[in-house]
């Protein structure tokens, strides 16, 4: 058996404006004043006419006349929300416009549903009417462009929640205005994401390469070219003490020349753990670190870093070797590359190749490269054409009875001649 409640705070009415017969059901003109006559109870109303409804297959499907792509008669769709003290009753609402009972039903839900169901703005498969269509007594614009900017929110969220959108790529994905108005929520949703992660994802599948050599080698360049490779968005560390200072869970990790100073060896080998996902340490607030790709650079080969950085440290060179799996030595001309081998437990014999790592950025710097004058008038176009020429010696020449020797002249003396002259 169905509830009817005898009192209703809300209402809705959907009614054809004409029957079969082309008799006038609501009467769209006198309307405004049937509503104006119930101002004493009456708190909100809005209706809009629509005209360009269409059968859908569902609707066939429950009435064969209705043909499914073939347009709905013009029907009104009408709420009502009246005073706090004033429900009234589905009869009572019936008689004011003279239609059947059945035509009125009760709101479910928030009121705001209703109103953004009037131009379809919550049903994305039906026509989408404009708000100005719309007869109110309030400002029902401003509701449905706020109900939308909302619902695009939500949507927004729900992406962070299930890792659609990454930290790293935010301002890529989401609405640069989005991220200034609703910056709380956002970042309480990328927080949600990490802590679940940490929950969930305890194992993972990382791989990691230690690069050393000389400075100007290409140690970065070739740790950002392998990264490319592999399609992943990478985040290269600070050269502070806090390596993970501004990282927002890009799926590669560079860490860029890193130094003794930056964290102790229990924390270097939990990060660099290939199987196990770690929370590490940062400034503000720890940071998940499941990457699939964690590149170290370093001016130093792995032994020295490792006696360096942790001689005081009872954990064994192998627990630093292990953990990375590829150790590359470069300078200017060759790459030497080796794997590590946990049954002999040491690295395999190098492979060496050709290093062309910077010959793109050489040939790049080569041909971009300009004279020292080229490059003042790029700074400073306006002084083009006004570049003065003076001579800083005199031509040695011999004569019969002395010498004239080559001089540098200084400024004022040249000003001295120049003025002479003139």
Avoid at 42 to 49: Q, R, T
Avoid at 90 to 117: C, E, R
Avoid at 215 to 230: R, V
Avoid at 318 to 347: G, T
């Amino acid at each position: 058996m169905i509830y009817i409640p005898k009192t209703i705070r809300a209402c809705e009415i959907v009614s054809r404006l004409k029957n079969d017969k082309d008799e006038t059901i609501i009467n769209i003109e006198e309307l405004p004043k049937n509503l104006a006559d119930k101002a004493n109870c009456i708190k909100e109303y809005a209706y809009i006419i629509h005209n360009k409804d269409i059968y859908t297959t569902e609707d066939e499907a429950k009435n064969p006349e209705h043909k499914a792509g073939t347009l709905k008669p013009e029907h009104i769709h009408l709420i009502i929300r009246f005073k706090r003290n004033q429900p009234q009753q589905f009869t009572s609402i019936a008689k004011w416009f003279d239609i059947p009972q059945n035509f009125v039903s009760n709101i479910h839900g928030k009121f705001t549903d209703a109103i953004l169901y009037l131009t379809h703005a919550n049903a994305p498969d039906k026509y989408q009417y404009n708000a100005d269509e719309i007869v109110s007594n309030f400002n029902v614009e401003t509701i449905i462009e706020h109900e939308k900017n909302k619902s695009v929110l939500d949507e927004v969220l729900q992406k962070i929640l299930s890792g659609e959108i990454r930290e790293y790529n935010k301002t890529l994905e989401i609405d640069n205005l989005m991220l200034v108005y609703e910056a709380r929520k956002i970042n309480e949703a990328f927080k949600i994401r990490s802590e679940y992660l940490q929950a969930t994802q305890k194992e993972r599948q990382t791989t990691v390469i230690y690069i050393c050599g000389q400075s100007g080698s290409g140690k970065t360049t070739l740790a950002k070219k392998i990264a490319n490779e592999k399609g992943l968005d990478y985040f290269i560390s600070s050269g502070s003490n806090d390596i993970m200072d501004g990282y927002c869970q890009q799926p590669c990790l560079i860490l860029d020349d890193v130094r003794p100073s930056c964290l102790g060896l229990s924390d270097l080998l939990k990060l660099l753990d290939p199987y196990t996902a770690s929370s590490i340490k940062s400034r503000y607030k720890n940071k998940y670190l499941n990457a699939e790709l964690i590149i170290l650079t370093s001016v130093l080969p792995i032994e020295e870093f490792y006696h360096n950085v942790f001689e005081n440290e009872n954990e064994p060179i192998q627990q630093l070797k292990r953990r990375c799996q590829f150790y590359i030595k470069m300078n200017k001309s060759v790459i030497s590359i080796q794997k590590w081998d946990d049954l002999e437990m040491k690295y395999s014999k190098p492979i060496e190749y050709f290093n062309d790592t910077l010959v793109e950025f050489e040939a790049q710097k080569i041909a971009n490269t300009k004279t020292t004058q080229e490059n003042i008038e790029e700074l400073l176009p306006f002084l083009c054409g006004n570049i003065i020429t003076r001579p800083e010696t005199f031509n040695s020449e011999k004569t019969e009875n002395y010498d004239i020797k080559s001089e540098i002249i200084s400024d004022k003396e040249f000003n001295k001649l120049f003025n002479e002259e003139v």
